[in-house]
């Protein structure tokens, strides 16, 4: 069975190492860009568990026990290394808590132990946190980040390539039926395959449409702010103002990241206003980030849907849609990986398979992910 992968970011890639590691193809990766070149290659490598719908708590917690066994696992060149930092949701509102204790229900029943804390139970565990001016968090200890999560997508494309894969550095232009099979237009020409994926983030929706096939996944900015590297540890978990939308966190190499959450415009006009208010939202909360300047900033796109869960599912006969993510692809890569594999063998579905099928929006989705960040 051939199988031809349109987009070499992490989900594309996760899908081609499952598939070669079950010995399934040929299996072709095109993209014009290379490998990690879009969102991929902007993302700041966070892997967290607690989320607001049963099937991203799922998919998660099946990619967080891939990712922790990663290095060993692959043994390739490219070298990542997961920490387990933690992640703090803070609230402050009461409405916002309730939404947080229906998530922590949602965690807890799909085996998530995260835990609601109070102020001084979340200044205890994140030393800098102020213990006042919050209502209460969630948190959870085995959430965390890879400190090079561009050395994540190169090492599913080494071992990829390692077993077979075939990498093209093209642009897919078109996609049309073709017997059995799909053919793809590309840049300097065209091939067929049986089975035909596209994980192509932002452009997946585009590439569909010809075919009449529509999916609602809308392109959305998205802004990281970056220090200097500082010497000192300041603020190893990543903390999420929930109610005041930013969130902060200290990379392994010593650069503070924040994020404005609500941040819209053309970086050159804005990103002084974004400064300005990720220091009025956070500092009160993280006083110890008080004289940190942040005077990088990095532009990536979250492929949104709806309801803020992906569709991962058969659009046509032997075509495949891996996509709208919102922001949390990186996340569940390898669960990603897993069901389109076991989808192409025929194997049984997993629980969550139903919550990313592509016809939820035209039957009225039943859950929303409200923890997208």
């Not at 209502?135 to 980040?145: I, K, T």
């Not at 035909?196 to 529509?214: R, T």
């Not at 959450?261 to 208010?277: F, K, V």
Request: proline share 6%; aromatic share 6%.
């Amino acid at each position: 069975m051939s199988v031809a992968i349109v987009g070499a970011g992490v989900t594309g890639l996760s899908i081609a190492f499952h598939l070669v590691e079950r010995g399934i193809g040929p299996v072709t990766v095109l993209d014009g860009g290379g490998v990690a070149a879009g969102a991929s290659g902007v993302q700041p490598g966070g892997v967290r568990q607690q989320w607001g719908t049963r099937a991203n708590c799922l998919m998660a917690r099946e990619s967080l026990a891939f990712y922790r066994d990663f290095p060993a696992r692959l043994g390739t060149t490219a070298r990542a290394r997961f920490e387990a930092c933690g992640y703090l949701f803070v609230v402050d509102r009461p409405e916002s808590l309730e939404r947080l204790e229906a998530a922590s229900a949602v965690q807890h029943e799909a085996g998530v132990p995260s835990t609601l804390v109070s102020p001084d139970e979340a200044a205890a565990l994140v030393p800098g946190l102020a213990e006042d001016g919050f209502l209460a968090a969630s948190w959870c200890g085995e959430d965390g980040y890879f400190d090079r999560p561009q050395a994540v997508a190169a090492a599913f494309a080494e071992i990829a390539i390692a077993r077979g894969a075939h990498f093209s550095r093209e642009h897919v232009r078109r996609l049309t039926p073709d017997g059995a099979g799909w053919r793809l237009e590309t840049s300097s020409g065209a091939l067929t395959a049986d089975v035909a994926v596209v994980a192509a983030g932002c452009d997946a929706a585009a590439l569909l449409a010809p075919l009449g096939i529509d999916v609602p996944i809308v392109k959305e900015a998205r802004y990281l702010l970056f220090s200097e590297p500082v010497r000192e540890r300041l603020l190893d978990p990543l903390v999420i103002a929930v109610d005041r939308g930013v969130a902060a966190k200290q990379l392994a190499d010593g650069r503070v990241l924040a994020s404005d959450l609500r941040a819209t415009g053309d970086p050159g006009a804005n990103e002084d206003r974004w400064r300005r208010r990720i220091r009025e939202q956070a500092v009160p909360l993280l006083p110890i980030l008080e004289h940190i300047a942040l005077p990088v900033v990095a532009e990536g796109f979250y492929d949104m849907t709806p309801d803020g869960q992906p569709v991962v599912d058969a659009v046509a006969d032997g075509l495949w849609l891996a996509a709208g993510f919102s922001g949390h692809g990186f996340m569940v890569a390898p669960s990603t990986g897993r069901l389109v594999a076991d989808a192409l063998e025929q194997r049984p579905p997993p629980e969550w398979r139903d919550a990313l099928r592509a016809d939820r929006f035209a039957r009225g989705s039943a859950e929303h992910e409200d923890q997208v960040i």
